[in-house]
T-cell receptor, first 112, second 113 residues
Framework: QKEVEQNSGPLSVPEGAIASLNCTYSDRGSQSFFWYRQYSGKSPELIMFIYSNGDKEDGRFTAQLNKASQYVSLLIRDSQPSDSATYLC????????????FGKGTHLIIQP | DAMVIQNPRYQVTQFGKPVTLSCSQTLNHNVMYWYQQKSSQAPKLLFHYYDKDFNNEADTPDNFQSRRPNTSFCFLDIRSPGLGDAAMYLCATGRTSWPDTQYFGPGTRLTVL
């Protein structure tokens, strides 16, 4: 059974600080990993994906992947109140378009 | 500009009364997915289509069926909804090319009375 684990939170971060979100995955065959943002009552919105060990930056967002530790993280710099949402981590099935395995998400609150 | 469209956005049905949810896309993606998401839970994959090839997840109840009459449309049929089927149903699309990036529609919130 493939699993993606996230701390459900809530994670409270002051405005302007760095928010750090973490996720672990069980399937070593997974090759790519995704971060989605989900506002309450809305559908998931893709933030970014990563498939190579190391860091990948996109604007205020940085994804980090460590395949040896089966660990993925997302850093949000200069956090804004509009970043308050649930962040879902997902892993692929290992190369085919067979759907994603999602974690339950971390609820992030940015305090003004 | 909407690329993945789901209708209706909100659906109320009675216990045991069949319901159909629809999804359409303008992205011309060959893969379409249906996920179920209950409150504070992870989206759970129900099934997906590669073109017309249907792929069912092993633990998807028989009560859930799907149809894909053409590239653009996909339907989720719930034959006899139970109270436990109340959830957000999410349609997503993607390509068979790697990575498996998926784009979600706005979802249909299903209430079962």
């Amino acid at each position: 059974q493939k699993e993606v684990e996230q701390n459900s939170g809530p994670l409270s971060v002051p405005e302007g600080a760095i928010a750090s979100l973490n996720c672990t995955y069980s399937d070593r065959g997974s090759q790519s990993f995704f971060w989605y943002r989900q506002y309450s009552g809305k559908s998931p919105e893709l933030i970014m994906f990563i498939y190579s060990n190391g860091d990948k930056e996109d604007g205020r967002f940085t994804a980090q992947l460590n395949k040896a530790s089966q660990y993925v993280s997302l850093l949000i710099r200069d956090s804004q109140p509009s970043d308050s949402a649930t962040y879902l981590c997902a892993s692929d099935s290992g190369g085919g378009a067979d759907g994603l395995t999602f974690g339950k998400g971390t609820h992030l609150i940015i305090q003004p | 500009d909407a690329m993945v469209i789901q209708n209706p956005r909100y659906q109320v049905t009675q216990f045991g009364k069949p319901v159909t949810l629809s999804c359409s896309q303008t992205l011309n993606h060959n893969v379409m997915y249906w996920y179920q998401q209950k409150s504070s839970q992870a989206p759970k994959l129900l099934f997906h289509y590669y073109d017309k090839d249907f792929n069912n997840e092993a633990d998807t109840p028989d009560n859930f069926q799907s149809r894909r009459p053409n590239t653009s449309f996909c339907f989720l049929d719930i034959r006899s909804p139970g109270l436990g089927d109340a959830a957000m149903y999410l349609c997503a699309t993607g390509r068979t090319s790697w990575p498996d990036t998926q784009y979600f529609g706005p979802g249909t919130r299903l209430t079962v009375l």
